[in-house]
């Protein structure tokens, strides 16, 4: 085999994955020329050879970010000065594929003249071939008048009439086949027209209107400087893009009830999608969907050109798949995987779907089943990584942005990915790259515990590091000297441009890119992602939710809260029994029962329950029980309580009352039958009824304790309230949850804002002092005071 060296290179700005080079565009120097020199080099390249043949070849880059692809262990290294490779001279084909970075003003600059130049070269193509149509379609219409005219060229084609030949396939010369059928209205009113003995002038002009780009399948003419939509438009009252999200609130693990992490901010890029379409002033159909296996078969059902979907995704440890977290009827956690949804799709088809976006965590290997079954483009998240919150939103704000613009999907998806890159508050971990076989922080956090874990570690807690987020610290920063420390990092080992004053704070391959828009994936196997386009020539006109029981339509404003997934659950479990009517909620001043409730609320309507009513009657200062009929009675403009009960009826009604203590301290009895009067007339209705402490109220209620908070939970929302007050030792909230003041202080969201506000004067350890010593004596106190009566009693 003839001895010849391929020498490959890719751009950073293109990679969607430094770890996967085959999905980049590579470019290739002529192999002569590297042949030729690699010989005259006596078979040794070194860096300054590989600088010469890429500037020889017309590359622009930086010449510190050159790396090689190490094809055995699937990474990239940094080539350093000192670097040199040899070639083997009798294995035939060598081949060499180099990663490299353009200088930043040249790489931002030169992808944006190359989008510009392929936006006007896609202008020129589609106008060029609607003034080809156009032209065709004027000589038809010439053609037919001219037959009108003169009887004579009638004669002529006597003979193609009684063939009863289709003019249109005569006039615009297309060859008529299987792929004919959608010409067959044109064929018919031609041969309408042929076999007509009465033709005349208005006949064939009102029948030349039929023959337009619809009619034939062809795109519309555009205005100069627009795209031509790739798609077929909706018609009116379809579905322009679905949105499906999630939130479970805990696993079922072998009978056993495991509480789950916060969401995803699904209601703000929700909120944030809306609001950019409610912008472009056209006319867009959507549906916010919740993310349950039944209601993903209704979307699919409806078609939608574009599909996005927003949840968390995690990998079985035991099967080893991946899944996206998906919602059970129930409120639990469904493991959605790819076997789940291929059992879906063999059963509907899903052909009109144009687009996929899975804007989760390792959705990678579920993503990729709608490309199987024929999505022509699908985006995700490599499945063995995790993507920043604030980096998915901002890369979906961005994209859908553009989308909506009229600019095909794969230009923006590179726009998205420069904006989500460029983002200055945005930190990449360590997991965006493979870790070396000794890398402490993978080997001691990742392996062990998990990603999500390690993340608290890798997260940079300093604030006065203006690069922090690139993983340059100050000399003197204090979490950058812990994590160096605890992580073994060797300073000679980072990159030329860290400077001597400087930390860097990558766990082990600082040669490698540290970006957080490279996990982004887009697959298109046609090619056809650059002219892709959705919606450019859609009429002006409103944006209209599809779905009014929506996070869009919430009943009450609140913000979330933290940590309360597992009371939440008991709530809504019980609440959508067809056995339970009262629930009573329970909890101490401050606990937060309340915003629960209002986030319950909009829980349960978004999921299809009480639909005709949820009402909150705040009752701390009802006086007695002729006020809180009252109270009712305003709820569906009753005036009595027999009309009360006959309004609602047959409704299904959610009364939630609010600090009932003070009125079952005085009229218990009274409020308890006026609840049992009412449930027994309406059988779809239900109340919870709130107060501090758990009292039997022979309703046959069922309780649910709002208890502290978790020391985890508690600790990241006082981080989340004073981070800059904080210490660097106390910003990570799994050190700070193993504070005294956390394990052994009964926590409360109000206490927690307490503590925030001291912070602002005071430092931590005393304030933990304080509140502990304090809590300590109440609790001495309190003992004494039991003891004495039970003396008394004795006595």
Not at 11 to 37: C, F, K, R, W
């Amino acid at each position: 085999m003839k001895f010849k060296v391929l020498l490959k290179y890719i751009y950073a700005s293109t990679a969607n994955s430094p770890q996967n080079p085959l999905s980049n565009t590579i470019h290739q120097i002529d192999q002569e020329i590297v042949t030729e020199h690699v010989t005259r080099m006596n078979f040794i390249l070194r860096k300054a050879d590989f600088e010469g043949l890429l500037e020889a070849d017309g590359a622009a880059f930086d010449p510190d970010s050159l790396r090689i692809y190490d094809e055995t262990e699937m990474t990239y290294y940094h080539i350093t000065d000192d670097f040199e490779i040899q070639i083997d001279p009798t294995a035939g084909i060598a081949e060499i594929l180099l990663w490299l970075r353009p200088p930043k003003s040249v790489e931002l600059h030169s992808k944006v003249d190359q989008l510009a130049n392929d936006i006007q070269t896609m202008r020129s193509t589609f106008e060029s071939q609607i003034k080809e149509i156009l032209t065709v379609q004027k000589k038809f219409a010439d053609d037919l008048l001219r037959l009108t005219a003169n009887s004579v060229q009638l004669t002529q084609h006597s003979s193609q009439i009684s063939n009863k030949s289709p003019l249109s396939a005569i006039a615009l010369n297309i060859p008529l086949g299987k792929n004919d059928s959608k010409y067959s209205g044109i064929r018919s009113e031609g041969d309408a027209l042929l076999s007509s003995q009465n033709l005349n002038l208005q006949t064939v002009k009102s029948s030349i209107t039929t023959f337009s780009e619809d009619a034939l399948g062809l795109p519309t003419l555009q205005k100069k400087g627009s795209y031509v939509d790739s798609s077929k438009l909706p018609q009116a009252g379809s579905i322009d893009m679905a949105v499906l999200y999630s939130e479970p609130l805990v696993k079922r693990v072998e009978n056993e009830i495991k509480t789950l992490g916060d969401p995803v901010d699904y209601e703000e890029e929700c909120n944030t999608l809306l609001e950019i379409l409610k912008a472009k002033n056209k006319r867009i159909d959507l549906i916010f969907q919740i993310a349950t296996k039944d209601r993903l078969v209704d979307v699919l059902a409806k078609a939608p050109p574009i599909l996005h979907i927003i949840c968390h995704g995690e990998l079985n440890q035991k099967t080893g798949k991946y899944y996206l977290c998906f919602e059970s009827e129930n409120g639990e956690l469904l493991e959605f995987n790819s076997d789940t949804l291929v059992s879906i799709i063999e059963k509907i088809e899903i052909s009109p779907i144009k687009l996929v976006f899975v804007n989760a965590c390792h959705s990678e290997e579920v993503a990729k089943v709608f490309l199987q079954a024929g999505v022509p483009c699908v985006i995700a998240i490599q499945s063995e990584l995790r993507i920043a919150d604030n980096v998915a939103k901002k890369f979906s704000e961005k994209f859908y942005s553009h989308i909506f613009d009229g600019t095909p999907v794969k230009p923006a998806f590179d726009l998205a990915k420069f904006a989500a890159a460029a983002a200055n508050d945005i930190h990449t971990c360590c997991c965006a790259h493979i870790h070396k076989p000794k890398c402490p922080w993978y080997n001691t956090l990742v392996k062990t515990h998990s990603y999500r874990h390690a993340h608290q570690y890798h997260i940079p807690t300093c604030t006065k590091c203006p690069k922090k987020n690139k993983h340059i610290h100050t000399s003197m920063c204090e979490w950058a000297l812990g994590f160096s420390y605890d992580y073994k990092l060797d300073p000679d080992e980072a990159p030329d441009y860290v400077k001597s004053d400087e930390i860097w704070t990558c766990c082990c391959s600082p040669e490698l890119p540290h970006d957080e828009s490279l996990k982004f994936k887009i697959f298109n196997p046609s090619g056809n992602a650059d002219s892709l386009v959705f919606f450019a020539n859609r009429e002006a006109g409103t944006v209209t939710n599809r779905n009014p029981y929506s996070v869009i339509e919430q009943k009450f404003s609140v913000k979330r809260i933290r940590g309360r997934n597992k009371e939440m659950h008991q709530l809504y479990e019980n609440l959508t029994s067809k056995d339970i009517k009262y629930v009573q909620l329970n909890g101490s001043e401050g606990v937060g029962k309340t915003s629960l409730v209002k986030q319950l609320a909009n829980y349960l309507y978004e999921r299809g329950h009480f639909r005709d009513r949820i009402a909150i009657i705040m009752m701390e200062k009802t006086p007695s029980i002729s006020h809180f009929k009252s109270d009712l009675y305003k709820e569906v403009s009753a005036y009595d309580f027999k009309s009360f009960c006959e309004s609602i009826k047959l409704s299904k009604n959610l009364f939630i009352l609010e600090k009932c203590d003070m009125l079952l301290e005085n009229h218990k009895k009274e409020f308890t039958d006026t609840l049992r009067q009412i449930t027994e007339a309406a059988k779809y209705t239900k109340f919870i009824i709130i107060k501090n402490e758990f009292e039997r109220l022979q309703l046959d209620e069922t309780p649910v304790m709002m208890r502290d908070l978790a020391p985890i939970d508690a600790a990241n929302i006082l981080i989340s309230l004073s981070y800059i007050h904080l210490e660097i030792c106390h910003r990570n909230p799994l050190i700070l949850a193993q504070r005294q003041l956390f394990q052994k202080v009964r926590l409360t969201p109000q206490k927690i804002w307490c503590i925030s506000e001291r912070l602002k004067n005071e430092r931590l350890d005393y304030i933990e002092f304080e509140m502990i010593s304090r809590q300590e004596s109440n609790y001495k106190t309190k003992t004494e005071e039991n003891e004495e009566a039970i003396s008394k009693t004795l006595e």
